[in-house]
């Protein structure tokens, strides 16, 4: 009579050899990993990665965090799940972008050794222009940004609002009411280095992650930004308003995440001067949604809103 745990223990590798196959299988015949480097007005390149549809019908750039660069956040893989978010909209016909901004990633940082609130923008609004430039027939390019980002794609929309055809803003990290204070001036960048802890502390809601995908995620994030980039000049971020923001505007965010505040949030929301807008909450999700289980509904929740404003 066969051993039961002999068999169990086969099936179990075998069904692991499966999945692993069916991974490779899809990386075998998902787009392209792109990287190229984008010119800005003072000559400094930044690097910026697509995948795109054969034929895409819309056209969307996504932001990071604080910490952490493009290819960790929208961009992994492991042996056994595909997290990428760039993957996922390229399935939905899309040409999909992810940027590195100044000292992130392959970025270098400015010769300052700072990254500023108004640089970001500056630098975002160009990398549009650049991806317009590639995509004429598809008349602008959605802008999605996650945590900081989603400060810079708000800053960027409204400084630069011919340029973004649709704002998508999750995990938005601070009350607008609240006031930035400038670092010390002559201050010297601290290049402080980043940690295993630091880039593990997002995933908060049990039974969400597997700990596999966790391990892969802190390992890529170490990888792409073992030294944290720095940023002054905060009180820029000062200039933010809701009232002005005109172009059409998803605000997104997670039941879980310890950074939204929902008072605050539906103050903005309501203040927010573009009629064109919508504000969905994940359920069961924190602000590391997108690499978690609830990644397919804030998936969707995105294209559902791009689907949207072309009504």
């Known amino acids: 009579m066969p051993n039961k745990k002999l068999i169990t223990v086969i099936f179990a590798r075998f069904s692991i050899v499966l999945i692993a196959f069916f991974i490779l299988q899809t990386q075998v015949f998902a787009a392209p990993l792109v990287e190229q480097r984008v010119t800005m007005d003072d000559g400094h390149k930044l690097t910026l990665y697509s995948r795109s549809a054969e034929n895409p019908t819309a056209a969307i750039l996504l932001i990071h965090g604080r910490t952490w660069s493009a ?9 056994q799940e595909d997290l990428s978010m760039m993957n996922a909209l390229v399935k939905e016909g899309m040409a999909v972008y992810a940027i590195d901004l100044r000292g992130y990633g392959k970025t270098p940082r400015d010769k300052s050794g700072w990254n500023t609130p108004e640089q970001a923008a500056k630098d975002t609004s160009m990398v549009l222009d650049y991806i317009d430039s590639r995509h004429k027939t598809l008349k602008g390019t959605t802008v999605f940004g996650w945590s900081n980002g989603s400060l810079v794609g708000m800053l960027t929309a409204q400084k630069y609002p011919d340029k973004v055809k649709n704002l998508v803003l999750y995990g938005f ?18 290049k ?13 809601v049990p039974g969400t992650i597997s700990k596999e995908a966790i391990d892969a995620y802190v390992k890529a994030a170490l990888a792409a930004d073992p030294v944290r980039a720095d940023w002054n000049r905060l009180s820029q971020w000062n200039q933010l308003d809701a009232a002005n923001i005109l172009v059409p505007t998803l605000l997104l965010q997670a039941e879980h995440d310890p950074l939204a505040n929902l008072d605050a949030d539906a103050l903005f929301f309501k203040k927010l001067a ?30 559902s809103f791009m689907q949207w404003s072309e009504l």
């Open 71 to 79: 290819l960790p956040d929208f961009d992994l893989v492991t042996a």
């Open 173 to 190: 990290p601070i009350d607008t009411q609240m006031t930035f204070e400038d670092s010390l001036t002559g201050q010297i960048p601290h």
């Open 192 to 204: 402080k280095l980043t940690t295993a802890e630091a880039a593990a502390e997002d995933f908060i």
């Open 274 to 303: 573009t009629q064109d807008k919508q504000w969905v909450i994940l359920s069961n999700a924190d602000h590391a949604a997108l690499l978690e289980s609830a990644r397919f509904r804030l998936y969707h929740a995105v294209v």
